[in-house]
C-alpha cells in the first residue's frame, strides 16, 4: 500500500484498505487491488474516525422535547476539522491553479473586489454584445465584462467548468 495515502480497517474484513481515486471518483481497495471483501458479497467499508459525525463532518441538531431535526452543526472532533482544513485546501487549490488542456494553459481569472472568488457567465446578461461575469464568492457579486480583462498576443478568455480563464498557447513540457 502506498505510504502516503490513508490507509483504514475494514469493518467487515479487517483488512487494511485504501483510498484510490481518479478523476473525482474513487472506492476503498485492500493491498491485493480488489474493492470487495473476501467473502465477495460486499465492498470494503472503513471504519469512521469520528465516532461523533460517524465521517459526515455534521452533528445533528434536534429539538429537545421532539427529538425532531432542526438543523446540523460542524463536528468539532480534531480528526474532522483537519480532513475539513485539508478539503478547503484542496478547494483553494483547485480553484487558483493552471491547467493544461491540449496545447493550451488555462489559468483562472480571480476576481478583482474580493481577491478570492473566480468568474463565472451571467446568464443572458451582456454589455456591448459581451458576456458580463459575476464573482463566485458568496458575498461578493462583482461584475466585470471582457473590457475589464487585459489580453496579449494569442490570449483569449474562455469558459471551463463554469468559470473563466485566460488561456494562452502552452509551450512547455507535455507532462
Known sequence: MSSTAETRTCLHCAREI???EADGQGAWYDSSNRTGCVDGEQPHAPEPLCGSCQDYGLIEIRHASTDGLIGHRPCDDPACTDRREKAAARAAEKHTGEMV????????????????????PVPGLYAQGRPVYVCTATGCGYRADVSAFELGDGERLAV???????????DGAPF
Request: with cysteine.
Open 18 to 20: 485504501e483510498y484510490i
Open 101 to 120: 488542456i491540449g496545447s493550451e494553459e488555462f489559468g483562472p481569472q480571480v476576481c478583482a473586489e474580493c481577491g478570492w472568488g473566480g468568474y463565472t
Open 160 to 170: 471551463h467548468d463554469g468559470r473563466l480563464y485566460l488561456v494562452r498557447p502552452y
